[in-house]
């Protein structure tokens, strides 16, 4: 599996539009072949700070950067970002997708 987490800082005054503006390009990342999600959050302590989440099977998926949505994104989102965007980028990384976490489960 191919996991990826990219760190956004939006310029304060665009901030509140993100997820609205990243939408279509959130929809066609979902349905890519091999895509296994494609999660946004805002951090609780930076509001112009959202963290992407995402998962590819593996390489073989297809080219999520050279897709039709991919570039459209890269061509707007400087208009957006108050800096350059923070990656980690694993490929080969165990698993088929979240696992459960053993410490945590709700109360019986």
């Not at 992407?52 to 957006?80: C, I, M, N, Q, R």
């Not at 165990?94 to 976490?101: C, R, V």
């Amino acid at each position: 599996m191919i996991f990826i987490v990219v760190k956004f800082t939006i310029r304060p005054e665009l901030s509140d539009e993100w997820l609205t503006r990243v939408e279509e390009f959130t929809q066609a990342t979902r349905a890519e072949p091999g895509n296994k999600f494609f999660e946004w959050s805002r951090s609780v302590e930076e509001r112009d700070t959202f963290v992407l989440v995402e998962a590819f099977e593996d390489g073989t998926a297809g080219d999520h950067v050279g897709s039709d949505h991919f570039k459209t994104f890269v061509g707007w989102a400087p208009d957006y970002v108050a800096s350059t965007p923070k990656i980690i980028s694993l490929s080969d990384v165990p698993g088929d997708g979240w696992s459960e976490m053993g410490e945590v489960s709700p109360r019986q």
